[in-house]
């Protein structure tokens, strides 16, 4: 049989797991149950992203080895995915030899092949620390859009990947020294060479929309190549060079070097998977891999990991599956700001159910749209869909079984010699079977698990419609049918629910004898006789307001330390500067005239500005929080004699001054009405 590989985004072992993490992992070990339960044969396997500046920065920190490190959050994330059900067949991580053996492997056939050149480039160098400065020991201004960017992406303006020597006004992240631009070797990927294969790719490849639209719009624009190394002592090293090979290279070559892992366990061929592939299409060599990622990583798993792939002379993945990203109680993830649940603290230590949390990632929306973790809402899916609907039907069935028939209802309806299941029931579950297997081939999670919580609210109606606890006054044959077709129910949704409640179900499959965990989908449709073997249990607990509250409690102060400490740290920055430096400013009073969005911008706006003698254009990164229509004729205050810039392909002639607030801004105006051109003194 074919295997089926299932991969997901490797995780950073360079911090502990939170809620956004499990955006991505929970749905995947989903798609996997139920894949197994369709009878699919599937390989699925993650581990450790142990490369890149980051790690070492901590590590130097902390005063201990990137490896030591990396071995903490390792067994963290290990620890996590036990805990919630995420079950991979293999778990690497990228420091092992066996990584590394593959990762040369990999990079020396580009080589071979054509697709890596060397070039001198110009790379931050910082005087004081003596040492070039790689990703993130780099921090300056973003050439495209402006904005504060780290080294290698401008991570809060446009959010462009940035090669090295590109980012202007760099500084030191160490010391905080200004740096200076020195040249040194670099080896390069020659990612131009791929636009029309990438175009024909994209065109075939499989997933979801929000993946596959951002990568071909990124696709068609200008490609440049990549450079794929980088001056570091931790990481994979280059082929005969003093450097090690870029983390964005060598973390996706994990797939492949886990594979070869996990098939050495499982006794499947890693070649028939990544080099022979499973089928061939006009010069593509398809492998039945599907990736499951994050949004914020499309352009890699799109663009660079397919390009080196067909480089290296690899089968292609036939499908990417990105989520959406996640929210915390409406507001935009943010580790700094406080926004953040995290897993092993905030949750699993609390004593949440690791059942419930999957439900709600799963179920709360569509798989490709954004996701927000509310502790009121999560309170509010608990108890009035998991248990008002789900629980409820289990455990009233099990419970009128086990008081009355003493588990087993067979005895009388044997002796009756008359039954069989109602063609209704049949009808709910099949319909439940059918759509959860549509669902599923389209990653449409909340769709599937809709289906079975839709037939648990048939089980209700239909135990409520039968009244057996009347039945069983007057006619114990009757109520015996009532409860067998809902014992059919009920083991129907132990075998459907199963991949998003594991634990919860097979509890309540080893109370009725239903090996769960070797069920196929199509055992939900066998209508067999099933009993209840011993005192059934509530399967979900009710949680708690106060509980909820505590929380609230918890976030609400993780939120005020963090913009404490953002607010001490900003206070301790401003320079004192002498009247002249203030006099250097043309500080203006502005009127926009016109206003617009930038196209492929969600932040920025072009702006038409009086500002007194002439007419200016500028662009503004207030499009998240101001319409254009309500700008028209407002009065503003502009920096007029910012040099121009230009962003996103349009120049800018100045500022607008505003104040930050919770990361919006809020423009600054005049307290009256006051002619443009009017200098602020």
Request: a neutral charge; proline letters at 4%.
């Amino acid at each position: 049989m074919e295997v089926k590989l299932i991969t997901c985004g490797l995780p950073y072992a360079n911090g502990k797991a939170h809620i956004g993490h499990l955006r991505t992992y929970i749905p995947a070990d989903v798609y996997v149950r139920y894949l197994r339960l369709m009878g699919k044969n599937v390989l699925f396997i993650c581990g450790s992203d142990c490369h890149g500046t980051p790690i070492v920065i901590n590590a130097e920190k902390e005063g201990i080895s990137p490896r030591d490190l990396v071995n903490r959050y390792h067994e963290h994330f290990k620890k996590i995915f036990s805990a919630v059900g995420v079950e991979f067949d293999f778990f690497g991580r990228t420091d092992s030899d066996y990584h590394h053996e593959m990762t040369v492997e990999f990079v020396k056939r580009l080589i071979e092949n054509g697709y890596v050149y060397s070039k001198e480039v110009e790379l931050a160098y910082c005087p004081k620390c003596r040492r070039f400065l790689p990703d993130r020991y780099v921090e300056g201004i973003c050439p495209y859009c402006g904005a504060v960017a780290r080294g290698d992406e401008c991570d809060q303006g446009c959010g462009r990947y940035l090669e090295p020597g590109e980012i202007k006004e760099p500084r030191c992240k160490i010391c905080g020294s200004k740096a200076e631009f020195r040249k040194q070797k670099h080896f390069f990927f020659r990612l131009t060479a791929f636009k029309e294969f990438l175009l024909e790719y994209l065109e075939k490849l499989r997933g979801t929309e929000n993946a596959l639209n951002y990568a071909r719009e990124w696709v068609k624009k200008e490609l440049k190549d990549w450079c794929i190394t980088r001056n570091l002592e931790w990481g994979v090293k280059f082929p005969g060079e003093d450097l090690v090979v870029y983390v964005w290279v060598d973390a996706p070559i994990g797939y492949i070097s886990y594979t070869r892992e996990a098939c050495r366990v499982k006794g499947c061929d890693w070649e028939k998977i990544w080099i022979e592939g499973t089928n061939a299409d006009n010069g593509i060599r398809w492998t039945d891999v599907t990736h499951f990622i994050g949004l914020d990583i499309v352009y890699h798993h799109c663009i660079f990991w397919p390009s080196m792939l067909k480089g290296a002379e690899f089968a292609l993945p036939s499908a990417v599956v990105a989520s959406g990203m996640v929210k915390v109680e409406g507001k935009t993830f943010s580790k700094s700001r406080g926004y953040v649940v995290w897993v092993e603290d905030d949750y699993l230590k609390e004593g949440f159910h690791p059942d419930y949390l999957r439900y709600y990632i799963v179920n709360y929306t569509s798989h490709q749209k954004d996701l927000n973790f509310s502790w009121k809402i999560f309170m509010e899916k608990v108890n009035n869909e998991l248990i008002a609907n789900l629980g409820n039907f289990i455990y009233r069935v099990l419970h009128f079984a086990w008081k009355n028939f003493g588990g087993n209802v067979w005895d009388v309806l044997d002796a009756s010699g008359d039954f069989s299941v109602d063609e209704e029931v049949k009808k709910a579950v099949e319909k439940a079977k059918n759509e959860i297997v549509k669902a599923v081939s389209s990653w449409e999670f909340k769709v599937a698990s809709d289906a079975f919580m839709e037939l648990s609210g048939f089980g209700n109606n239909y135990f409520q419609s039968k009244k057996p606890w009347e039945r069983v006054k007057t006619d114990k044959v009757e109520c015996a049918k009532t409860i067998a077709n809902c014992l059919q129910i009920v083991r129907a949704l132990v075998i459907l629910a199963y991949p998003v409640l594991p634990f919860s179900m097979e509890a309540v499959g080893k109370t009725m004898g239903i090996d769960v965990k070797n069920s196929k989908m199509d055992d939900a449709l066998k209508f067999e006789k099933v009993n209840v073997l011993e005192k059934p249990k509530p399967p979900f607990k009710k949680v708690e307001e106060e509980k909820v509250e505590k929380m609230e409690k918890i976030m609400l102060e993780r939120i005020r330390k963090a913009e404490e400490a953002e607010k001490a740290g900003a206070e301790k920055k401003p320079e004192i500067v002498a009247i002249d430096d203030f006099l250097r400013l043309d500080i203006r009073v502005g009127k926009i005239l016109k206003a617009e969005r930038i196209k492929k911008s969600k932040k920025l706006m072009r702006l038409e500005v009086d500002v007194g003698n002439e007419v200016r254009q500028i662009v503004a990164g207030i499009a998240e929080n101001h319409k254009p229509e309500d700008l028209a004729g407002k009065l503003v205050v502009v920096l007029a004699n910012l040099k121009p810039a230009r962003l996103m392909g349009v120049e800018s002639q100045g500022m607008l001054l505003a104040a930050d607030v919770d990361g919006k801004a809020v423009l600054l105006t005049p307290e009256r009405e006051v002619p443009p051109g009017s200098r602020v003194r």
